[in-house]
């Protein structure tokens, strides 16, 4: 059965960091895209960044460049998001999430339960 | 950037009933690149179409898409009372940012 269980969310200050992960089972993670998703409570969702099966191309939106890093270790079967400087609008529900087929422009077939990251003074 | 625009923002109808949600491309993609998902509250996204129109597994036959260039549809053919909640297009084409609609809340009426 496929999985993906993220962790590592939690309430940090402004200008602080996270390291989210995404453990995956129940498929050749390593075959895969991945891409991180977030969601602000009440709002609609909004993609933040997609790595490819091979971590050798990686994407990011505008509004996280210079800040978040996203990476796997296909070893581990785990997908991380490293979130620096963080900033109120950042809190949000972050979900992991498996490409269909595998191809960095692919839909979003699996997703996770999601890990939320609160940033509060 | 493709700007996704979702219409109606709240559609309200009962079980039995057909919906169709539109989603608007700020610019032409092509059709391959397009996603509907829906969320229950409390639930993750759970993806149905691809493609614009290919049903992803398990997804139950009164979904159905279509569409191409800059106008698509999802339309449930009966509404079953487990169809209620949050849909979402999504595009994730060459042209970077993938993008996503802002939602339509399907409601009880």
């Known amino acids: 059965e496929m999985q993906l269980l993220e962790s590592g969310g939690g309430l940090v200050q402004p200008g602080g960091s996270l390291r989210l992960s995404c453990a995956a089972s129940?498929?050749?993670?390593?075959?895969?895209?991945m891409s991180w998703v977030r969601q602000a409570p009440g709002k609609g969702l909004e993609w933040v960044s997609t790595i490819s099966g091979s971590a050798y191309s990686t994407y990011n939106a505008d509004s996280v460049k210079g800040r978040f890093t996203i990476s796997r270790d296909n070893s581990k079967n785990t997908l991380y998001l490293q979130v620096n400087s963080l900033r109120a609008e950042d809190t949000a529900v972050y979900y992991c999430a498996k490409h269909r087929m595998g191809g960095l422009h692919d839909a979003f077939d699996f997703w996770g339960q999601g890990t939320m990251v609160t940033v509060s003074s | 950037e493709i700007v996704l625009t979702q219409s109606p923002g709240t559609l309200s109808l009962s079980p039995g009933e057909r919906a169709t949600l539109s989603c608007r491309a700020s610019q032409s993609f092509s059709s391959i690149y397009l996603a509907w998902y829906q969320q229950k509250p409390g639930q993750a996204p759970r993806l149905l179409i691809y493609?614009?129109?290919s049903r992803a597994t398990g997804i139950p036959d009164r979904f159905s898409g279509s569409g191409s260039g800059t106008d698509f549809t999802l339309t449930i053919s009966r509404l079953e009372p487990e169809d209620f909640a949050v849909y979402y297009c999504?595009?994730?084409?060459?042209?970077?940012?993938?993008?996503f609609g802002q939602g339509t809340k399907l409601e009880i009426k």
């Open positions: 493609g614009a129109s």
């Open positions: 999504q595009q994730y084409g060459t042209s970077l940012p993938y993008t």
């Open positions: 129940g498929f050749t993670f390593s075959n895969y895209a």
